[in-house]
Nanobody
């Protein structure tokens, strides 16, 4: 059974940091692509960042470049999203998702509909 569990959300002041974790099981983690997406109330789901677990190549949305860092610990089947310099625009439910395609992530994009597995989200709220 495939499972993805996201942890680490919470309430933080603007300018603060959070680290999200996504623990995965039930599929070949080191041959997958793992992405973080977010959805704010009344808005469409937005791709935030994506990493190819096999080679560690990562991609970021323009809105988070320079502030967020995605990383993968293949020994723990876990992907992290370090979020620094948070602002109110980052407030959303954050989801991790996985694709069985090793290089699904690319600088062209990584649409949510191409992800095969989804976890439940974790709420991130940034207070100004």
């Amino acid at each position: 059974e495939v499972q993805l569990q996201a942890f680490g959300g919470g309430l933080v002041q603007a300018g603060g940091s959070l680290r999200l974790s996504c623990e995965a099981s039930g599929f070949t983690f080191d041959r997958s692509s793992i992405g973080w997406f977010r959805q704010a109330p009344g808005k469409e789901r937005e791709a935030v960042s994506c990493i190819s677990s096999g080679d560690g190549i990562s991609y970021y949305a323009d809105s988070v470049k320079g502030r967020f860092t995605i990383s993968s610990d293949n020994a723990k089947n876990t992907v992290y999203l370090q979020m620094n310099g948070l602002n109110s625009e980052d407030t959303a439910v954050y989801y991790c998702a996985a694709s069985d395609t090793p290089h699904y992530c690319s600088d062209i994009g990584y649409p949510h509909y191409g992800m095969h597995y989804w976890g439940k989200g974790t709420q991130v709220t940034v207070s100004s």
